[in-house]
């Protein structure tokens, strides 16, 4: 069974760079023909997709968050990172990972989410 | 505010069913199969229950049905049970370069 696992920085100050790593079990990610991706949900508010990357290393993220989020792979620790840059209060929320077969816009398995707060 | 418009909350009774809504645009839910529902229990790793409109997972309970009609999504739970007690999300592919988005959840509650 899949498992995913995200880890990383709990707490962010204004400005810095938010890090966190997804962790894949039961699967490997070098082995292609899924999308991995970032999804966050701010306090009291809905789920905001963040981007994916495929095993090859293409990204694509969303518009409104592109300037400053990088996805990247790492193929021999089976894990996938998110960097958040110029973080702000707003960039406060759960950050989860989940995984995507290939042209199917569906998010069959997520992580349980690791909470990310912004403050000095 | 999200894409995606859900009512904030519903509730019903063990055995009743009730339909949670997601409302969308042409653009996304009105355009393309590709809306799914998530279940979220609170401190646990949300959970696919409905994809492309209609389909389940394998495993998933057949008291979770969806639906489309418009720009207007639908999932209904069928005899309710205390279990299903949770979060609710619906999602879509969207034809604008967001690629993805989500509605703002709704909080059923079983009485």
């Known amino acids: 069974q899949l498992h995913l696992q995200e880890s990383g920085s709990g707490l962010v100050k204004p400005s810095q760079t938010l890090s966190l790593t997804c962790a894949v079990s039961?699967?490997?990610?070098?082995?292609?023909?899924?999308?991995w991706s970032w999804i966050r949900q701010p306090p009291g508010k809905g789920l905001e997709w963040i981007g994916y990357i495929y095993h090859s290393g293409s990204t694509y993220s969303n518009p409104s968050l592109r300037s400053r989020v990088t996805i990247s792979v790492d193929r021999s620790k089976n894990q996938f990172s998110l960097k958040l840059t110029s973080v702000t209060a707003a960039d406060t929320a759960v950050y989860y990972c989940?995984?995507?077969?290939?042209?199917?816009?569906?998010?069959?398995?997520w992580g349980q989410g690791t909470l990310v707060t912004v403050s000095s | 505010q999200s894409a995606l418009t859900q009512p904030a909350s519903v509730s019903g009774s063990p055995g009743q069913s009730i339909t949670i809504s997601c409302t969308g645009t042409?653009?996304?839910?009105?355009?393309?199969?590709?809306v799914s529902w998530y279940q979220h229990h609170p401190g646990k790793a949300p959970k696919l229950m409905i994809y492309e409109v209609s389909n389940r997972p394998s495993g998933f309970s057949h008291r979770f049905s969806g639906s489309k009609s418009g720009n207007t999504a639908s999932l209904t739970i069928s005899g309710l049970q205390a279990e299903d007690e949770a979060d609710y999300y619906c999602s879509s592919y969207t034809s604008s370069s967001t690629l993805w988005v989500f509605g703002g959840g709704t909080k059923l509650t079983v009485l």
């Open positions: 989940a995984r995507s077969e290939l042209g199917r816009y569906l998010l069959e398995f």
């Open positions: 039961g699967a490997s990610i070098s082995s292609g023909g899924y999308s």
């Open positions: 042409s653009s996304d839910i009105g355009g393309y199969n590709y």
